[in-house]
């Protein structure tokens, strides 16, 4: 089977990873339309599917989407048209809807190539139905999903993403293996092919579940953010998860231009930008010195038997030797004399 892999860009990719539920929406999606209209209290629903995981030995996940399926028979019909519906109706936190395309503007002027993802334990096709979705602001969205029969309705989880395998979708982003069920992901990469660094990963969720997420960017050399429910203004989860080192920073989440998260990522974005750079200049500072030492041990090697004229100038190889010392440009020019197994060319 053929899987889309994308490789490494001459230009930096920062990967901005999202939670979704009360991290790009004030609360979870399921509770925005759907439990309601199965008649029952969002509380209660809830209550429910931790009673059904605990009793059961089962994930939290495959619960309460087994009780999704259960408690739409008789209901409604749960398939991708209503689901999707329920999507675009999910109500979002201030700036979201602009956010996506401002920042990957914003890293376009800077030289950086801005990527957005979604890993959320919500659903697939619920977010497949908002409005950045369908406008393509994701480059792609891991969440939980259900199988649907010939009829289009959900019969069968296909996908379950809980708080720990979310991990595993942060290094198909890092080497570019997305597609899901792509082996590749568990193959060694060089470091200089890795195509997104953990340094330029942008992790932002809002509670527990998102940690092994935010502890792996974070001991990788990312950006692990934490967001708070801009009018509540609650920061009991964001205190506890810097004192306890889960993130690194925390902000209201309030996505619009100006405010304190726009400020935020964008310094990220800037840093990232100007690490680039330095990075740069060290590999080709370092080229110059290996391209120096490799020239020099070829005049080295063959000096004692051998003094060629150069067809140009007339200089020996020691003058030559001598001239790259003085001016770093003579170096190809020497290498281009003298090949690697040291013969003349």
Known sequence: MGYIRKQKEKLPVVALCYDFDKTLTPDDMQAQGYIQDVGWDVESFWARAKELAEKNNMDQNLAYMYLMVKE???????????????????????????????????????????????????????????????????????????????????????????????????????????????????????????????????YIGDSDTDIPCMRLVNANGGHSIGVYDHEKKDKTKVYKMIKENRIKYFAPADYREGQELDTLVKSIIDKIAADTVLINKTNTDRHEQQKADKAAEIAKTFMKSIELESASNGKTLRELIDAEHRNNKNIDKILKLFGEDGKDK
């Open 72 to 202: 739409a028979e008789g209901n409604l019909i749960l398939n991708k048209k209503n689901l999707q519906e329920y999507g675009a109706k999910v109500k979002l936190y201030p700036g979201v809807r602009e956010w996506f395309a401002r920042i990957k503007e914003y890293g376009k002027q800077r030289d950086v190539i801005v990527e957005h993802y979604i890993i959320s334990s919500g659903l697939y096709e619920m977010i497949e139905g908002t409005e950045m979705a369908r406008r393509g602001d994701f480059e792609r969205i891991y969440a939980s999903s259900f199988l649907f029969n010939e009829r289009n309705v959900a019969v069968w989880p296909a996908q379950a993403i809980n708080y720990t395998n979310k991990t595993q979708f942060l290094f198909r982003i890092s080497k570019g293996t997305l597609d899901v069920n792509d082996p590749a992901v568990n193959d060694y990469v060089k470091p200089e092919n890795i195509r997104v660094p953990f340094s330029n990963i942008i």
